[in-house]
């Protein structure tokens, strides 16, 4: 059984264009989480979400909106998509947030290209 | 940027060696982790270390933590070709859930 996925696995898309990255983790974790991964491989947080309820915000531009259906999911909507978006996103959770926050479970990537 | 740094960027080494990586970070931490990556795929937890512990090991891993240093270093004794992998680590600090990670030490082990 996977434990966090997240659809698709690739996106190629034009520039201006709305697309979203769903994730689903089955660990029963209270924290969902995206991160960016850029084509020099720094792996940076975007997004912090804790029972539905958004917690870290990393100055990420509003182009992008995380929604958090219940704690089992965080999708990942982007709008006007821009080149420099293109980037492997990951989704991550963990079962505690605050002072207990510990291993972080990772899904397989969505690889986003945008041109 | 509060990004740490790894050492060395990239590794190559004969199956059988000892593969050894090197973190800094730059602010007061909770804990430390390590992470590996397969080319193509998603992270995958190695180990954690408190900011109290100074060594920890796992089966072919030791990692140490030098708090006044800041740094911590991964140690891979008898590397296989399976090990293969970038290999990031991640600091979390007190009260924050957020990990912030290196940029990550490229490992090649060659049968």
């Known amino acids: 059984d996977t434990a966090v996925s997240q659809t698709p696995k690739y996106l190629v898309t034009q520039m201006g264009n709305d697309k979203s990255i769903k994730c689903e983790q089955n660990l029963g974790h209270d924290t969902m989480y995206w991160y960016k991964q850029d084509s020099k491989k720094f792996l940076k947080i975007m997004f912090s979400y804790n029972n539905k309820e958004l917690i870290i915000n990393e100055t990420v531009p509003n182009r992008f909106s995380p929604k958090s259906p219940d704690k089992a999911h965080l999708n990942l909507h982007i709008n006007s998509l821009e080149l420099g978006d293109s980037a492997v996103y990951f989704c991550a959770s963990s079962q505690a947030s605050g002072p207990l926050a510990e291993t972080q479970y990772f899904g397989p990537g969505t690889r986003l290209l945008v041109l | 940027s509060q990004q740490g740094e790894e050492d060395p960027q990239a590794l190559s080494i004969q199956e059988g060696e000892n593969a050894t990586m090197n973190c800094s970070y730059k602010?007061?931490?909770?804990?430390l982790q390590w992470y590996r990556q397969n080319s193509g795929r998603g992270l995958v937890h190695l180990i954690l270390i408190r900011s109290n512990e100074r060594e920890k090991h796992s089966g072919r891993l030791r990692v140490t933590l030098d708090t006044s240093k800041k740094s911590s270093s991964l140690l891979i004794t008898a590397s296989r070709a399976a090990d293969t992998a970038s290999y990031f680590c991640a600091t979390s600090r007190y009260n924050t859930d957020k990990l912030i990670f290196g940029t990550g030490t490229r490992l090649q082990v060659f049968p």
């Open positions: 602010t007061s931490i909770n804990n």
